[in-house]
Nanobody, 127 residues
Framework: QDQLVESGGGSVQAGGSLRLSCTASAPTFRRYTFGWFRQAPGKEREFVAAQTWIANSVYYGDSVKGRFTISRDSAKNVVFLQMNSLKREDTAVYYC????????????????????WGQGTQVTVSS
């Protein structure tokens, strides 16, 4: 079964950086669009970033634009989320997700577009 495994979460002080990784188990993931979502306690799941496999187009949620960067190493089946200038409000469980969908970019912001999800990794930002 195709799987996604996140790593790189942890605790950091506000203003610091973390890099999350999402490793895909199957080569077929090279043709997937990958997304990162997060969910804080008591809050709804929030779109963070996405990168398509066609044209490597990238999309970001408004709250992370200019601070987070999504990238991928297709040869190694790994997707990264570089998080800089972290804030307390970035504290959440971060999930990697993948989809074969290729179309209207508005769908990449929606969790329902993604069929495959990782187990999540905790990011805690303290002041």
């Amino acid at each position: 079964q195709d799987q996604l495994v996140e790593s790189g979460g942890g605790s950091v002080q506000a203003g610091g950086s973390l890099r999350l990784s999402c490793t895909a188990s199957a080569p077929t993931f090279r043709r997937y669009t990958f997304g990162w979502f997060r969910q804080a306690p008591g809050k709804e799941r929030e779109f963070v970033a996405a990168q398509t496999w066609i044209a490597n187009s990238v999309y970001y949620g408004d709250s992370v634009k200019g601070r987070f960067t999504i990238s991928r190493d297709s040869a190694k089946n790994v997707v990264f989320l570089q998080m800089n200038s972290l804030k307390r409000e970035d504290t959440a469980v971060y999930y990697c997700a993948a989809t074969t969908f290729n179309g209207d970019s508005s769908y990449y912001y929606q969790g329902g577009t993604y069929a495959c999800w990782g187990q999540g990794t905790q990011v805690t930002v303290s002041s």
